[in-house]
């Protein structure tokens, strides 16, 4: 942990000069309040650093909370071992998907399941109570809830330090969350333009708290959050579908854990309420259970908060890029994708390059630097993984 100034704490050993540079400009905002927290996976994001936690008064920054809005992991302990896993792990990894629609635009081809129909039913709900239509975003949002996305998403079965089972997943709230987001920073912007505000970045743009438009995106921004939520549980019921299905018994849930890591929420902070976004971070409140993934083919935890107040209750929420998207895909090759990926069953092609571990930051040094933030409960390690191209 780094004091960097009074209005920026920083936990990261391994921090980019841009990074830190893009950081101290979000925490020189006027509104922050007691300070920006820097996890130890941050990197360079679009206005606001990923892995930030930004409290703000009064106002809000759309950008702060990420275009994927509610982004983050679910997972569910099993009453299976890896004794139990001796069967055709490729089979079970086409069936998962087969059975959860993959990459940027994947839709479901209809709503059949009585459980989705459910789930869609009670966002449609909530939009109207919040006075809009989420179609008016994405025409397809409901046939797209149970679908994973690209990217650093992805679905896991994994193992712990006791060789139990788990299910794993990270996704967020897929194309209609996306347009939310980009709608609001473009009104935020608009507002700054219409109101002569002077920003150090455009992407800093903000609403003011007790303004329409302010109100319209803290709606819309709670729905994408639920959406996201809701997705997660779709999908992780269907991935527990396959597993029965391969296993030929029930799956019994002995934990389930279901968490985000791009969000806004009002707590109280140093004696004052604020609106904290977190952005690429997670809840850490002492006591509280959390999920912190890897890159592919490294190692993930379950953790659990410490609670540390300088941190805003918040910890990292993954291993965070070094390398990005275009840069990995002209510094790595497949052959060294396949090398980290050795016995793992995953799907291999070069559309993974991007997503190698050597993109990422160490995660074990990631989970050094959070040591006073949160407890690790359980190490994972994949044996079978899914992602969307």
């Known amino acids: ?130 006075g809009f239509d989420p179609a008016k975003y994405a025409g397809k949002w409901d046939l797209q809830l149970g679908s994973l996305g690209s990217g650093n998403h992805f679905i896991e079965v994994s193992l712990d330090e006791q060789d139990r089972v788990w299910l794993f997943l990270h996704s967020g709230s897929r194309g209609v969350g996306n347009k939310i987001a980009s709608h609001h920073i473009k009104v935020a912007q608009q507002l700054a333009q219409k109101w002569w505000i002077s920003l150090p970045d455009n992407d800093l743009a903000y609403l003011v708290e007790g303004t329409d438009e302010f109100w319209a995106y803290i709606r819309q921004l709670r729905w994408a959050q639920h959406y996201a939520l809701l997705n997660r549980e779709e999908m992780m019921d269907r991935v527990i579908t396959q597993l029965e299905y391969w296993m030929g018994v029930p799956v019994q849930q002995q934990e389930r854990i279901n968490c985000h890591h791009n969000y806004t929420e009002q707590e109280t902070h140093f004696g004052k309420q604020v609106w904290l976004s977190r952005k690429g971070a997670i809840n850490a409140e002492a006591g509280r259970p959390g999920l912190i993934p890897g890159s592919m083919g490294t190692a993930s935890y379950v953790v659990v908060g410490k609670g540390n107040p300088l941190s805003l209750n918040s910890s990292p929420h993954g291993a965070g890029r070094e390398y990005s998207r275009s840069k990995a895909r002209k510094t790595f090759t497949r052959e060294q994708l396949q090398e980290a990926m050795v016995g793992i069953e995953y799907r291999d092609t070069d559309a993974f390059i991007d997503e190698i571990p050597q993109a990422y930051k160490d995660i074990d040094q990631v989970m050094a630097d959070a040591a006073d933030l949160v407890e690790v409960r359980h190490t994972l390690r994949q044996i079978v993984n899914v992602k969307g191209d």
């Open 1 to 130: 942990m780094q004091k960097i100034n009074e209005r920026l704490w920083n936990w990261a050993s391994i921090l980019e000069d841009n990074t830190r540079e893009q950081a101290e400009l979000t925490a020189s905002m006027p509104f922050i309040f007691p300070h920006l927290a820097l996890m130890p996976d941050a990197h360079l994001g679009r206005g606001a650093t990923v892995g930030s936690v930004i409290p703000t008064q009064a106002a809000i920054i759309p950008s702060a909370v990420g275009v994927d809005i509610g982004c983050g992991m679910i997972a569910v302990r099993t009453q299976f071992t890896k004794a139990d896993m001796a069967g055709d792990l490729s089979k079970l990894r086409k069936q998962i998907e087969r059975s959860i629609p993959l990459s940027a635009g994947g839709v479901n081809r209809k709503i059949s399941r009585e459980h989705t129909q459910a789930r869609v039913d009670e966002l449609a709900a909530m939009a109207t109570d919040a």
